[in-house]
């Protein structure tokens, strides 16, 4: 199992996690990730990050600038 570590809060990283990746017709890639961690308190935490990105090239990816 997965652990993190941080100067005040520890544990696990919990199975079942997922990702999405989804395109546009613009070449813009927006990646979706989702986590459960467990604390060394036993708390759960759900942890959700969205980021979009775009394709320069077709092969390289840099953050998409809104």
């Known amino acids: ?13 919990l199975p079942g996690g997922r990702d999405w990746a989804l395109f546009g017709p613009d ?3 927006s ?11 036993g708390a759960l935490l ?9 394709s320069f090239d077709g092969a390289s990816w840099a ?3 809104d």
């Open 1 to 13: 199992m997965a652990r993190f570590h941080g100067p005040r809060l520890h544990g696990d990283l």
């Open 46 to 54: 759900q942890g959700r990050w969205v980021r979009s990105l775009r």
């Open 31 to 41: 990646l979706e990730i989702r986590l459960t961690l467990r604390t060394h308190h």
């Open 63 to 65: 953050p998409a600038l």
């Open 27 to 29: 070449g813009t890639m």
